[in-house]
């Protein structure tokens, strides 16, 4: 094992926490998988060895008997920022960058709780499809749909944003076209009609989002801000056969772009090989190694992590845990990400592919080099 014990932890991606934690089993477990099945939910996801491992780490944290019951009811004897702070510090997070668009914001503690009350350096990313959904809402003639989009996204880091973040593989697919303006003003003409018969509008609608999307790309490009993407897992609501990364070449390969630091989420799981390839070949892709979600065994994340340092440079590589709504999973990513990174840093030592030296300063980068010099987070 090369040991990372002592090395801090900037976890590129991750999301608030609900102000009001979980208060039973069944509530509890649907932090845990991203079935929406109610079944799934209450019971099964019990049941994987995410949550097996899960609950014997926080009861050996708490002092208690390894069930759900017994852990819930240690947690709950502490106030929600108290917790954060617990266990931010026994995971030694030195800083997080956070999506503020999920959970709601208006169930969610602050993501400066983080800062103060975990002691963390916290860098905001801006969601952008709820971003696009609210101008939309507000805007009635497409020309103006688009200033207010290109203002928005004007001089980010004045409006305290480190980098942008999107979910279109979750709405139309990674395949980010270039559409002819007629057809992306008959996207608003339809996406408006929602907001007219609903009040707010999900924006699936492809021509007028692929079209807002090169906004951002631009604006990330001139102000040299890295661009997340949300790739491969997630809900059912992102289908995997349009949430490969390979779709994002065109967007890779676009000299307009290439200031822009582009960053595939979640290790691309299941597509790891093709996500490390991207970030072999192309300056400007990194791969985010997220340890929390997916729900993964230790095996599998060993095996990501494998395939992703076999073929990527470790200075395109970010440690992550994508936690949301409950503290634990930013607290269980960084604890099980500095052991698998040290374990498979080992292997590449003892194959002689690395020097232990080379080897310490690798999991240095992956766990919060790399990230310190994307988003300006403090050392």
Not at 230 to 236: M, N
Request: overall charge negative; glycine content about 8%; charged content about 20%.
């Amino acid at each position: 094992m090369v040991d990372l014990a002592d090395v801090p932890v900037v976890d590129e991606h991750c999301h608030p926490v609900d102000a009001r934690p979980p208060a039973d089993p069944a509530t509890w477990r649907g932090c845990f998988t991203e079935s929406p099945d109610p079944r799934m939910r209450a019971e099964d996801a019990a049941h994987t060895v995410f949550s097996r491992r899960l609950v014997r780490a926080l009861a050996a944290f708490h002092g208690v008997e390894a069930s759900e019951e017994a852990v819930l009811a240690a947690r709950a004897r502490l106030p929600a920022d108290r917790y954060v702070a617990d266990l931010f510090a026994d995971a030694a997070l030195a800083g997080v960058v956070v999506d503020p668009g999920y959970p709601n914001p208006a169930t969610a503690l602050p993501g400066s709780v983080f800062g103060t009350a975990g002691g963390a350096h916290v860098r905001t990313l801006l969601r952008l499809e709820p971003f696009f959904e609210r101008l939309v809402a507000e805007h009635a003639r497409y020309d103006d749909l688009v200033a207010a989009a290109s203002a928005g996204l004007a001089d980010l880091r004045a409006r305290g944003a480190a980098g942008l973040k999107s979910i279109v593989g979750y709405r139309t697919g990674l395949a980010i076209e270039r559409w002819p303006e007629a057809e992306a003003r008959a996207a608003f003409a339809a996406a408006r009609s929602a907001v007219t018969g609903h009040g707010a509008v999900r924006l699936g609608h492809k021509p007028l989002l692929d079209t807002l999307l090169h906004l951002a790309l631009a604006a990330a490009a001139a102000q040299e801000l890295p661009m997340q993407f949300h790739v491969g897992y997630g809900d059912p609501d992102a289908d995997l056969r349009t949430a490969n990364p390979l779709h994002l070449r065109p967007v890779l390969e676009e000299p307009a772009y290439r200031t822009a630091p582009v960053v595939l989420l979640h290790g691309c799981w299941p597509y790891v090989r093709e996500g490390a390839y991207l970030a072999s070949v192309y300056g400007n892709a990194h791969l985010d190694l997220s340890y929390a979600i997916p729900f993964l065994s230790t095996a599998e994340l060993r095996a990501m992590t494998c395939a992703a340092l076999a073929v990527a440079p470790t200075t395109k590589l970010l440690y992550s845990s994508d936690g949301a709504r409950v503290p634990e999973l930013h607290w269980l990513g960084a604890r099980t990400g500095r052991r698998v990174i040290g374990g498979v840093l080992a292997d590449l030592v003892a194959d002689g592919d690395l020097g232990a030296a080379d080897a310490r300063v690798a999991g240095e980068r992956v766990l919060h080099g790399n990230a310190r010099r994307l988003y300006g987070v403090p050392a």
